[in-house]
């Protein structure tokens, strides 16, 4: 297998890896704003690889200075876009283009991945946590059924920032019952009962028996809810 630069430009920060055939040979994570030094800094002894395949949801800019940094391969940039159908999917978006790319990569990989382990591949839901959070869901035979669109815990912080300049302070921690003003807004933003979230269970139980954890013997083997229940839980929190 020859190595491969595989890109994932999000909306705030862009993503890296050099995949080989023994897996991944370096990886990093840097802001948008820094794209612009690759070539001198993270990328300046990589080796060079065979292809670069990219995702990109942060614009025409970041595309441009990113094949910059790519050029010093001599190799073009192979960017992903949304299709009708393809790698196994079914694409329900209109207009099918509109499906950002990196949701259309994770929902093949995940599609993949369902292929390669079961013999009747189950539904599953593929979620990519970033600035924004895309919650999106394959039955199985491989149909996108739609998704939901979210904003991540930084944006939220930032929107309650903005809006109310008393509480511009610092970054606090999560707590069931936070006693503090910093652990107030960073447990609203991710809490059961934010207004904006909420949490959805897509499966119960473990198979894996580690030492420190009971969840194995309390809640028994792993198991997928079914699709049609999930669909219907997340469409009644929607609406709440």
């Known amino acids: 297998m020859d190595s491969a630069l595989i890109l994932h430009v999000g909306n705030s920060r862009m993503k890296w890896g050099l995949r080989g055939a023994r897996g991944w040979l370096a990886q990093g994570v840097l802001p948008n704003a820094e794209i612009g030094t690759l070539a001198l800094r993270d990328w300046q002894n990589l080796q060079r690889p065979a292809r670069a ?31 009708d159908a393809g ?7 209109r207009p099918a283009a509109q499906l950002g790319a990196d949701r259309w990569a994770l929902l093949a990989a995940a599609r993949q991945r369902a292929v390669a382990s079961e013999l009747f591949p189950s539904p599953c839901v593929a979620v990519n946590a970033g600035t924004v959070v895309t919650v999106d869901a394959l039955d199985a035979a491989g149909a996108f059924r739609g998704g939901f669109i979210l904003p991540g815990p930084r944006l939220m912080l930032q929107a309650v920032a903005e809006r109310t300049a008393a509480l ?17 807004l960073a447990s609203g933003a991710v809490s059961r009962g934010s207004a ?21 013997f309390s809640r028994g083997p ?8 999930i ?3 997340a469409g009644r929190l929607a609406g709440q």
């Open 53 to 83: 395949i990219g995702v990109n949801a942060a614009g025409e800019a970041a595309r441009v200075r990113v094949e910059s940094q790519v050029a010093r391969w001599r190799i073009p940039v192979e960017w992903l876009h949304a299709q």
């Open 87 to 93: 790698a196994g999917i079914v694409n329900s978006y």
């Open 168 to 184: 511009r302070i610092p970054p606090g921690r999560v707590h069931d019952f936070p006693t503090n003003t910093p652990d107030a």
């Open 196 to 216: 904006i979230s909420a949490w959805l269970p897509i499966i119960y139980g473990c198979d894996k028996t580690c030492t420190y954890c009971i969840v194995p």
């Open 222 to 229: 792993e198991r997928s809810r079914p699709f049609d229940e």
């Open 231 to 233: 669909v219907a839980e």
